[in-house]
T-cell receptor, first 111, second 111 residues
Framework: DAKTTQPNSMESNEEEPVHLPCNHSTISGTDYIHWYRQLPSQGPEYVIHGLTSNVNNRMASLAIAEDRKSSTLILHRATLRDAAVYYCILRDWGGSEKLVFGKGTKLTVNP | KAGVTQTPRYLIKTRGQQVTLSCSPISGHRSVSWYQQTPGQGLQFLFEYFSETQRNKGNFPGRFSGRQFSNSRSEMNVSTLELGDSALYLC??????????FGQGTRLTVV
């Protein structure tokens, strides 16, 4: 399973943008980059995914480096409800549904 | 649309006993995966089922087993419980090659 590297923790202020980085230097051509988050006392929640191009949805944006060895999850205006552990996961589409979680980044949002 | 339902939410068992946890996926989802979450090891993949067949299994002892029924509902069983089996057990369902939806988990405490 290809591995990802994320900072253990990050801090942000409410209503400011947050950029959560992820390194995945061993990514293969068929790996999609997924982001999930886990709020306290809840199961993980899908955020966004992409392959090569930048992606936007109602929750966040995903910026993928041209060489695909890194990516950044962007929360445009952090709210207190965005405080969670964010996981960057590589998944081979068309293969197993298995998700390999690392330790993720714990995001703290200050009021 | 109802989410992934896991029962029971909380469970206390004694060492040596066995336990069965249940997961009802989102209607129409045929893939079900199970994960164990502990403070020390984080989120670890247990197994994945699709159309009643186990497609993938994580690195757990044979005491951990699972099955999926024709209605896609899934159960996991842990026999001869050990203290180290205390964890949050999470179930996720998905359509093939789409995002996973997680339940709120079953908190198992082994005493």
């Amino acid at each position: 399973d290809a591995k990802t590297t994320q900072p253990n923790s990050m801090e942000s202020n409410e209503e400011e943008p947050v950029h959560l980085p992820c390194n995945h230097s061993t990514i293969s051509g068929t790996d999609y980059i997924h982001w999930y988050r886990q709020l306290p006392s809840q199961g993980p929640e899908y955020v966004i995914h992409g392959l090569t191009s930048n992606v936007n949805n109602r929750m966040a944006s995903l910026a993928i480096a041209e060489d695909r060895k890194s990516s950044t999850l962007i929360l445009h205006r952090a709210t207190l409800r965005d405080a969670a552990v964010y996981y960057c996961i590589l998944r081979d589409w068309g293969g197993s549904e298995k998700l390999v979680f690392g330790k993720g980044t714990k995001l703290t949002v200050n009021p | 649309k109802a989410g992934v339902t896991q029962t029971p939410r909380y469970l206390i068992k004694t060492r040596g006993q066995q336990v069965t946890l249940s997961c009802s996926p989102i209607s129409g989802h045929r893939s079900v995966s199970w994960y164990q979450q502990t403070p020390g090891q984080g989120l670890q993949f247990l197994f994945e089922y699709f159309s009643e067949t186990q497609r993938n299994k994580g690195n757990f002892p044979g005491r951990f087993s699972g099955r999926q029924f024709s209605n896609s509902r899934s159960e996991m069983n842990v026999s001869t419980l050990e203290l180290g089996d205390s964890a949050l057990y999470l179930c996720a369902s998905s359509l093939r090659d789409t995002e996973a939806f997680f339940g709120q988990g079953t908190r198992l405490t082994v005493v």
